[in-house]
């Protein structure tokens, strides 16, 4: 039998990183509340007194949008792996003023809701519509915050590519292609299901 040796440092090589993992079990329970919100949706809309509307455009643009954010952050990613350090921090940028415009999209979105009269107190499919694309705003919103982290890190510190700043990135990354396909998913069914 083997004997460890307690002097070699653990490495993560064959598992997968433990903040990854935690990441992953956030995911999870995100998925268990928007998973509980279009359940009760589908049986409140069963249950009558539901107001029909049509999905406003700018809805259809924020989740081009959405996708774009996804494209340039994997480039930007794949470019800092790849010591790209112009193509990296370049589409990091892009990404964040694109991650902007989804929230100003659905600003747009939500106040062309209102001028249709769907809102919060009128009927409940109103309430559902503002409450669902309203969390979502809100994981959004985290996203911004870490791609803020990100850009700060890729401006003050020296650029070198380490384990440690590819796991930090990778985060960033799952984090926002996560929530860019909980958006196509809620868009495709408030689309399909209202």
Request: hydrophobic content about 55%.
């Amino acid at each position: 039998m083997e004997v460890a040796d307690i002097n070699k440092p653990l490495t993560f090589r064959n598992r997968i990183h433990p903040w990854i993992f935690a990441e992953l079990v956030s995911f999870a329970s995100i998925i268990m509340m928007f998973g509980a919100l279009t359940s009760a949706y589908i049986v409140k809309k069963a249950a009558g007194n539901w107001l029909e509307y049509s999905m406003p455009t700018h809805f259809y643009f924020s989740s081009a949008v959405v996708i774009l954010t996804s494209i340039l952050l994997h480039i930007s990613f794949k470019s800092f792996v790849k010591k790209n350090e112009v193509l990296y921090k370049t589409c990091l940028v892009l990404a964040f003023v694109s991650g902007i415009s989804f929230i100003v999209l659905q600003y747009y979105g939500w106040n062309a809701l209102y001028a249709a009269g769907v809102d919060l107190k009128a009927n409940v499919s109103g309430s559902f519509m503002y409450l669902i694309t309203g969390l979502h705003a809100l994981h959004i919103l985290g996203g911004l915050a870490a791609l803020v982290v990100a850009m700060i890190h890729a401006f003050s510190l020296p650029f070198i590519v380490t384990e440690k700043r590819k796991v930090r990135y990778k985060l960033v990354c799952y984090y926002w292609h996560f929530v860019d396909f909980l958006w196509i998913y809620l868009f495709a069914f408030l689309m399909f299901y209202k």
